[in-house]
């Protein structure tokens, strides 16, 4: 797999984020966390968990949906469904 394939991963994870959480240009993914991100309760965690599931054409298990509580954990997450990241 290309480099160029897993940074459109990211980037298109990174746009899932920002449209669920309405996040603004510039955030840190790296620091936003489940109920620590001010946008990230648990109504916007179930519209984040559709997003991603739309973007990628993948659906979570539960526990899946439960554990995603960062940026890093989704990333991760998404990979486990065969999306490959960097």
Known sequence: MSNAFAATAT???KKAFAEALSLPPGTDYSKLAYAVTPAWDSV???ALVAEIENTFE?????DDVIG?????????TVARHGVPFE
Not at 58 to 62: K, L, N, V
Not at 68 to 76: G, R
């Open 11 to 13: 980037d298109r994870l």
């Open 44 to 46: 916007a965690h179930m």
């Open 58 to 62: 993948i659906m979570f298990s539960t």
């Open 68 to 76: 995603m509580s960062t940026f890093a954990i989704a990333k991760e």
